[in-house]
C-alpha cells in the first residue's frame, strides 16, 4: 500500500506517496501540506546520486509529518544535505527551512535563491543566511548540475532549475502538475512560461501535483488558458462597456460554480489580467472610497 500524507483532499486527481524515487539522481519528499492551493502537498526534491545532496524547497513552517519524513529518507539513504536551493519566497516552499537545517542537514548547509529584498528578511528572521543567485548561475552536487533561470510572475524572485544531466526542470510554482497556477504579474509570468518552453525539458518536476511528462503541451495549454481568460474579461467588460464593473462581478461570470476555496484565486488573477489590460491601455481603473477597484473598456 502506498503510504501518502495525512489529510489529502479525496479530490485531487493524483495520488502522490510521501516518498518517490523518480530517477537515479531525484528523490520526491511530499511536504504534507495538502490544501486547495497547494494541491496534494508542496513537493521538495532531493538532488544528486553521492553523499552530499541538494534539497530543493522546504514546505510549509511547523510541519513535523514533513520533517520526520525528511529525517527518515536521509537517514535511510545515508545522505547529507549540504545545500538547499528555494525556489522563491512563499511559505509553503521556504517556511520548513530552519526546521530542516536544525533536524535535519548538515550542520555547514547552505541556502540558495535569487534576491527579494522585499521579503528576504522576513524568511530568514535572522536565524540563517542566504546565498543568492543569478539568472543562468550553477550549483553542483555529485551527480547533478543544475542551472537556475529567472522566472518571474508567480513570484516576483522565483526560479525554475534545469537539471542538466536529465534535461529536465523543476519549474516551482510557474507549472503545476494539475490544475492551473495564479500569478502576481501576467506579463511577466507569460514571459516566463515562453522560457520554460524554449527549454525543451523531457519533464518537469513541479512544486506542487505530478510529473508533467508532456511539458510543451503543458505550457501551451498554460499559455492557452490566460489568453482565453483574457478574452472572456474582455467580453464581459464589452457587454457592460457602459458603467464600471468590480472583479466580484467578473469572477461570477468567468467562473461559474467555483467552490468558496478557490475564490480568492479566481478574483486575484481576474485582478492581474486587469492590471495588464490597463498597462495596455486597454481597460479604464476607478478606485472608490471603500478601495473596491472596479473597470471597464477604454472608450
Not at 525543451?200 to 501551451?220: F, L, M
Not at 467578473?250 to 481576474?270: C, D, E, M, R, S
Amino acid at each position: 500500500m502506498t503510504e501518502t500524507c495525512s489529510n489529502i483532499d479525496d479530490e485531487m486527481t493524483a495520488v502522490i506517496p510521501k516518498i518517490s524515487r523518480l530517477s537515479r539522481r531525484v528523490i520526491r519528499v511530499l511536504g504534507c501540506n495538502p490544501g486547495h492551493f497547494t494541491l496534494q502537498g508542496t513537493n521538495t526534491y532531493i538532488i544528486g546520486t553521492g553523499r552530499d545532496r541538494l534539497l530543493i524547497d522546504c514546505g510549509e513552517p511547523e510541519i513535523p509529518e514533513y520533517i520526520q519524513v525528511l529525517k527518515n529518507v536521509v537517514k535511510e539513504n545515508n545522505i547529507s544535505l549540504t545545500k538547499i536551493l528555494l525556489t522563491h519566497w512563499h511559505p509553503d516552499h521556504v517556511g520548513g527551512t530552519k526546521a530542516v537545517l536544525d533536524k535535519v542537514a548538515h550542520k555547514e548547509c547552505k541556502v540558495f535563491k535569487y534576491p527579494n529584498p522585499d521579503d528576504d528578511d522576513a524568511i530568514t528572521k535572522g536565524k540563517y543566511e542566504l546565498n543568492y543567485l543569478d539568472d543562468e548561475d550553477e550549483i553542483h552536487v555529485e551527480g547533478a548540475s543544475l542551472k537556475v533561470y529567472f522566472t518571474p510572475g508567480h513570484a516576483k524572485d522565483h526560479l525554475v532549475i534545469f537539471l542538466k544531466e536529465e534535461n529536465n526542470l523543476f519549474s516551482g510554482d510557474n507549472v503545476l502538475g494539475e490544475g492551473s497556477a495564479v500569478f502576481e504579474d501576467l506579463t511577466s509570468y507569460i514571459h516566463s512560461l515562453r522560457k520554460i518552453s524554449s527549454l525543451e525539458a523531457n519533464k518537469i518536476y513541479p512544486s506542487h501535483g505530478p510529473v508533467v511528462n508532456d511539458p510543451k503541451k503543458k505550457v501551451d495549454e498554460y499559455i492557452e488558458n490566460r489568453m482565453r481568460k483574457e478574452a472572456q474579461i474582455l467580453d464581459v467588460l464589452s457587454r457592460t462597456s457602459e458603467r464600471f464593473v468590480s472583479i466580484d462581478e467578473i469572477v461570477k461570470i468567468t467562473y461559474p460554480n467555483l467552490k468558496a476555496g478557490l475564490i480568492f484565486g479566481a478574483q486575484w488573477n481576474v485582478l492581474n489580467h486587469l492590471e495588464k489590460l490597463f498597462k495596455e491601455n486597454r481597460v479604464e481603473k476607478q478606485e472608490a472610497d471603500d478601495d473596491i477597484v472596479k473597470f471597464r473598456l477604454k472608450i
